[in-house]
């Protein structure tokens, strides 16, 4: 991504994208990669059907419904809160056929469970993937990835990604080490830090939680926002590269991408591969991305 590079303060060949949002499957995305594993399992274990939970423009949700369909199950999809206009991957949970459960105040986890109870009464037999498909068997898929970057960028020195559940990050500091990988916190969990620790440690890998590399400035007003700097990664990726991000995950990982060039903790000559990790429709359910139009 020479354009995109130069715009942040790189050198032209500095910059290279891992299209994990080109995966194939719904619209793409990270999660197909942690799903590969959370769905073998579960068909494994003989599920018929799979419950998740997540906010209502989840990207991992969406790919959940998209498994299912895909391998002839049922998917039951929990969000916390109150019904929300369709929209973004609200509308493509509806048409992949998942049946969505809004908990009220209830926290969705707990929802899960006594839905998946009710329907083990019912002679189904239900598995519950865990928030954002992340657990040590989920990010098995990108210790596989790292592996994939190495073949790919052999002298890779940073890869930058989106913190959100952990699983992506946790993966990739298992094949990669964590002095390459940078995660840019989302907002999604309260303490990133302990989220990618607590990985790492079920998949037997020793990281210490002060070696991991994480950037925590990119938050703003809290998960669902869009921040000043997310906007303005928006517009530059879209108009350097034709890259389309989503307002949630990959804008703050540029963000965070381009704050870590700024601050001189990634320089120049030194080759950087960005985590295109996907989320695209939910750049159509966000209520803050029309505005941006009126502001370019």
Not at 105 to 114: F, G, M, S, V, Y
Request: charged share 20%.
């Amino acid at each position: 991504m020479p354009r995109l590079a130069e715009a942040i303060g790189l050198h032209a060949g500095d910059l290279w994208a891992k299209r994990d949002d080109l995966t194939g499957l719904a619209a793409g995305g990270n999660k197909i990669r942690k799903l590969e594993w959370t769905v073998g399992a579960a068909l494994a274990d003989g599920a018929d059907t799979l419950i998740t939970t997540g906010a209502p423009q989840s990207n991992h949700a969406r790919l959940t419904a998209a498994a299912a369909a895909r391998l002839g199950l049922h998917a039951v999809l929990v969000f916390g809160g109150r019904a929300a206009t369709p929209a973004g991957n609200l509308i493509l949970d509806d048409l992949l056929g998942a049946t969505i459960t809004w908990t009220g105040d209830e926290p969705p986890a707990e929802a899960a469970e006594t839905i998946a109870e009710r329907l083990r009464a019912d002679g189904r037999r239900p598995v519950v993937i865990p928030f954002g498909g992340s657990n040590a068997v989920g990010a098995h898929g990108y210790r596989i990835a790292a592996g994939e970057i190495l073949e790919q960028r052999p002298d890779v020195e940073h890869v930058v990604c989106a913190l959100g559940s952990g699983g992506t990050m946790a993966g990739l500091v298992a094949g990669l080490g964590p002095e390459r990988v940078l995660g840019v916190h989302t907002g999604a969990v309260d303490d990133p830090v302990g989220q990618v620790a607590g990985l790492l440690r079920d998949m037997g890998v020793t990281a210490p939680p002060e070696a991991l590399r994480i950037r925590r400035d990119q938050v703003g007003d809290g998960y669902g926002s869009l921040t000043a700097d997310a906007a303005t990664a928006l517009r530059t990726a879209a108009r350097t590269e034709g890259l389309v991000l989503d307002p949630v995950y990959t804008a703050r990982a540029l963000a965070g991408l381009h704050a870590e060039v700024r601050d001189g903790r990634i320089e120049a000559g030194q080759p950087t591969v960005f985590l295109a990790s996907g989320g695209l429709p939910g750049l159509f359910g966000h209520p803050d991305v029309a505005p941006l139009t009126e502001e370019s």
